[in-house]
């Protein structure tokens, strides 16, 4: 065999190597999007397009259902860009796995979960939806990764930042190193002068003009357990969780000494 | 002679007497701390009740009525488990958590145990973390409880104490510290419980109530075991505080109408009643424990005096005075009043300890204190019955006590 044969066979087992790799991977893919419901499917597709997914949750084809769909599709009709409506049967046993998720296979129907581009779910209604209910689905950006993070039962500390600093405080990052607290715990990040914070701010209560750094403590289900300045200290913080009955369980924890 | 031995002296030769004068007071001492000491247990046992549960409330099925709280689930009757979604998604004020439960009797290698399913909190907890558009839960009055992911209360175990438990998989078991012992299961074992098999993923601590011998599985596991279908037979719904929980019953009635719902204070009412009647029946024994111990000791302390006149008639006239004389019979009547008062204690407690759990249903023990009050109120209604007696016995003229002769 010479040198010329040689190197077309190698560049024929290569190509071959390469089309077989790619060809595996279009396998790949279709196995992977096969196993997701066409519902699951959506809702990545809504997440990817930063989307809000509106899942109306049903039984039986009653009054209440189409009701609740019509509602549904005539408050979303002109927020397409944001939102969109899904349609799920929960007997459907290619939706089991999504009923499963969301844990509504025993709940009443119907039922409607506003789920964010994150995940989160932003509000759940039974039986009964208008216009005022879908309006405030909609929640501000950092009030769904605080919602989203306290739904997977984690402490948030949220750093509310007036000023230059992007960093969080100290006492909160010297927190969040506590390995009993390191998995249990998120640091969220904010500005105040974000124009699409108007509505969480208003709910902290934390001025516009404010010039420093505030940190929000908070713990599922949705309880405010303080708010901090900018020299909060991770004592004060292991304090606060210990006071609401939630340490990390040892009470002689080396990590957890102020 | 001395004091002390004229006094032995005569309740040694008179032993009847002594035995009679006793006796009332004996029998009087010995209800009222039988009574009083299984009050006093019975009390603590629902203040401790209270303060476990005051904040919780039960919804039962219509018609179903409640002796123990730890049996909510021991009946034939359910309710529809779409109810604990119904609560979940509510949102309402106070509730810290939700825990339904199916009791199923199966037998257990030949043994007879109560399968309870019970849906882990992981389930529900998404569903009450999803509010209409608001970080924050509504909240007023007492602090509010955090659901953070925590080892210690979220390992199975902590079910004897939480009355949750966190996770629990389909066909993972936990069981009750008497069923545990008695089958001699342990963590990892595996159990077959009608027809299928399951693994012991934790053993419990003994608490002393029915849960000892339950063993626990998942809600919809048993369900689909048993086929009782979507059923349950009680929710749990833990409130954060008793005022919380008493506001709750109202919201509670109006959302699930079909259902009754009931608060410890209403599991406890019975027993609370009951032991208010038994305070009072205390205080009206202790009323026949003076006037019939009384009577019966000043009439025998009477007859002792009528009878012992010579015998005082000579003290007096080898020059007793009449201070002495009294404290002759009133320290007879001491010692008469303490024996009746510490024999009735040691009575009274040992009946206690046989009454207690049989009538009352609740574990008793003496209390050392009541010794005090039974020998301190046995010894004031002998002084009190045997004074005029006494004073009586003090009275009489030696010479007058001769001429009989």
Known sequence: ?258 | MTFTSIIWKELRERPTAMITSVLSILLGVTALVAIRNVSVFSEQEVAGKLDTLGANVLVLPKGVTLQDYYAADMHEETIPEQHVAELALAGLTGVEGLSPKLCVPIKLQEKSATLTGILPQADLQTMAAWQGGRLFKKHVGCKAKINVANAQDDAPEALARRRTIQELHDHEAVIGADIAGTLGLNTGDAVDMLGETFTVIATLEPTGTIDDTRVFAHLHTVQRLAGAGEVVNVIEVMGCCEDVANGLVDQLGTMLPDTRIVTIANVVETQVSINRMMTRLSYLFLAILIAVGGASMASAMYANVMERRREIGTLMALGATRRFVTRLFLVKAGLLGLAGGLGGYLLGSGLALVLGPNFAGVAVQPIPSLALIAAGTAVLVSFAASYFPARRAAGLDPCLCFQEV
């Open chain 1, 1 to 258: 065999m010479n040198l010329k044969t040689y190197g077309r066979l190698r560049l024929l087992v290569a190509c071959g190597t390469l089309f077989g790799a790619m060809a595996h991977c279009e396998a790949a893919d279709p196995v992977k999007t096969a196993s997701l419901s066409k519902t699951e499917t959506s809702m990545a597709a809504n997440s990817r397009q930063e989307k809000y997914s509106f899942i109306m949750f049903w039984k039986q084809q009653d009054t209440a259902t189409n009701a609740m769909w019509k509602n549904l599709q005539a408050g979303l009709a002109d927020r397409s860009d944001n939102a969109a409506p899904i349609a799920v049967r929960v007997n459907d046993p290619a939706e089991a796995a999504l009923v499963d998720r969301f844990g509504v296979s025993r709940a009443p129907m119907p039922l409607m979960l506003a789920v964010a581009p994150n995940g989160a779910v932003t509000a759940s209604y039974v039986r009964e939806l208008d216009a005022k209910k879908i309006d405030d689905a909609f929640v501000t950006p950092t009030m769904t990764r605080c919602m989203l993070a306290m739904q997977n039962r984690k402490v948030v500390l949220l750093c509310v930042h007036g000023d230059e600093q992007t960093a969080p405080p100290q006492g909160v990052a010297e927190f969040k190193a506590i390995p009993c607290y390191q998995n249990t715990s998120e640091i969220v990040h904010m500005r105040v002068d974000d124009p699409a914070e108007g509505k969480f701010l208003s709910e902290l209560k934390i001025r516009r003009d404010s010039r420093t750094t505030t940190t929000v403590f908070m713990a599922p289900p949705g309880v405010m357990l303080g708010k901090y300045p900018a020299d909060v200290t991770k004592g004060q913080l292991i304090a606060e969780l210990r006071a609401a009955g939630k340490g990390c369980g040892d009470k002689n924890c080396k990590h957890c000494r102020p």
